[in-house]
Protein backbone atom coordinates (compact mmCIF):
# COMPACT_ATOMS: atom_id res chain seq x y z
CA UNK A 1 0.00 0.00 0.00
CA UNK A 2 1.50 3.29 -0.70
CA UNK A 3 0.17 6.97 0.38
CA UNK A 4 -0.69 8.92 -2.82
CA UNK A 5 0.36 12.79 -2.27
CA UNK A 6 -2.14 15.45 -2.96
CA UNK A 7 -2.53 16.93 -6.51
CA UNK A 8 -1.69 20.42 -6.52
CA UNK A 9 -0.55 21.44 -9.60
CA UNK A 10 -3.44 23.42 -11.21
CA UNK A 11 -3.26 25.25 -7.98
CA UNK A 12 0.14 26.23 -8.47
CA UNK A 13 0.05 26.96 -12.01
CA UNK A 14 -2.89 29.10 -11.66
CA UNK A 15 -0.74 31.16 -8.66
CA UNK A 16 2.05 31.55 -11.21
CA UNK A 17 0.03 33.05 -14.14
CA UNK A 18 -1.49 35.19 -11.70
CA UNK A 19 1.82 36.60 -10.01
CA UNK A 20 2.54 37.02 -13.52
CA UNK A 21 -0.25 39.11 -14.99
CA UNK A 22 -0.05 41.17 -11.73
CA UNK A 23 4.12 42.23 -11.98
CA UNK A 24 5.11 41.42 -15.59
CA UNK A 25 1.72 41.35 -17.48
CA UNK A 26 1.64 45.17 -18.08
CA UNK A 27 4.62 44.75 -20.56
CA UNK A 28 3.44 44.15 -24.06
CA UNK A 29 -0.08 43.22 -22.42
CA UNK A 30 1.44 39.78 -21.37
CA UNK A 31 -1.46 40.00 -18.63
CA UNK A 32 -4.00 39.42 -21.28
CA UNK A 33 -2.88 35.98 -21.90
CA UNK A 34 -1.73 34.89 -18.53
CA UNK A 35 -4.48 36.31 -16.14
CA UNK A 36 -7.93 34.44 -17.92
CA UNK A 37 -5.25 31.64 -17.86
CA UNK A 38 -5.03 31.84 -14.42
CA UNK A 39 -8.60 32.64 -13.64
CA UNK A 40 -9.60 28.93 -15.33
CA UNK A 41 -6.93 27.20 -14.20
CA UNK A 42 -8.14 28.19 -10.64
CA UNK A 43 -11.50 27.66 -11.12
CA UNK A 44 -10.79 23.85 -12.19
CA UNK A 45 -8.53 23.19 -9.56
CA UNK A 46 -11.32 24.79 -6.97
CA UNK A 47 -13.92 22.50 -8.43
CA UNK A 48 -11.76 19.58 -8.39
CA UNK A 49 -10.87 20.48 -4.38
CA UNK A 50 -14.79 20.86 -3.74
CA UNK A 51 -15.60 17.19 -5.29
CA UNK A 52 -12.49 15.15 -3.79
CA UNK A 53 -11.09 17.46 -1.03
CA UNK A 54 -8.68 14.53 0.31
CA UNK A 55 -7.02 14.48 -2.85
CA UNK A 56 -6.47 17.20 -4.09
CA UNK A 57 -5.73 20.76 -1.59
CA UNK A 58 -4.20 24.04 -1.83
CA UNK A 59 -7.38 26.31 -2.22
CA UNK A 60 -5.71 29.06 -1.02
CA UNK A 61 -3.13 28.83 -3.89
CA UNK A 62 -6.30 28.73 -6.78
CA UNK A 63 -8.10 31.32 -5.05
CA UNK A 64 -4.91 33.81 -4.70
CA UNK A 65 -4.21 32.91 -8.39
CA UNK A 66 -7.97 33.71 -9.68
CA UNK A 67 -8.04 36.91 -7.74
CA UNK A 68 -4.62 37.84 -8.78
CA UNK A 69 -6.14 37.45 -12.83
CA UNK A 70 -9.06 39.34 -12.16
CA UNK A 71 -7.23 41.91 -10.52
CA UNK A 72 -5.30 42.39 -13.63
CA UNK A 73 -8.35 42.02 -16.05
CA UNK A 74 -10.40 44.81 -13.66
CA UNK A 75 -7.17 47.16 -13.65
CA UNK A 76 -6.94 46.78 -17.08
CA UNK A 77 -10.71 47.48 -17.88
CA UNK A 78 -10.73 50.70 -15.59
CA UNK A 79 -7.26 51.88 -17.56
CA UNK A 80 -8.96 51.41 -21.17
CA UNK A 81 -12.34 53.04 -20.02
CA UNK A 82 -10.51 56.51 -18.31
CA UNK A 83 -8.27 56.78 -21.99
CA UNK A 84 -11.62 55.79 -24.11
CA UNK A 85 -12.89 58.36 -21.98
CA UNK A 86 -10.13 60.99 -22.24
CA UNK A 87 -10.26 60.35 -26.40
CA UNK A 88 -13.96 61.15 -25.93
CA UNK A 89 -13.24 64.51 -23.83
CA UNK A 90 -10.75 65.61 -26.08
CA UNK A 91 -12.46 65.34 -29.45
CA UNK A 92 -15.05 67.33 -28.11
CA UNK A 93 -13.29 70.19 -27.84
CA UNK A 94 -12.45 70.41 -30.98
Known amino acids: MYVSTPKQGLAVASLVLGICSIS ?3 CCSLGLLTAPTAIILGGVSLSQIKSDPVN ?26 IYGFAIFMGSLNH
Request: with cysteine.
Open 24 to 26: IGW
Open 56 to 81: NTCRPLALTGVIMGAAYLVFWVIIVV
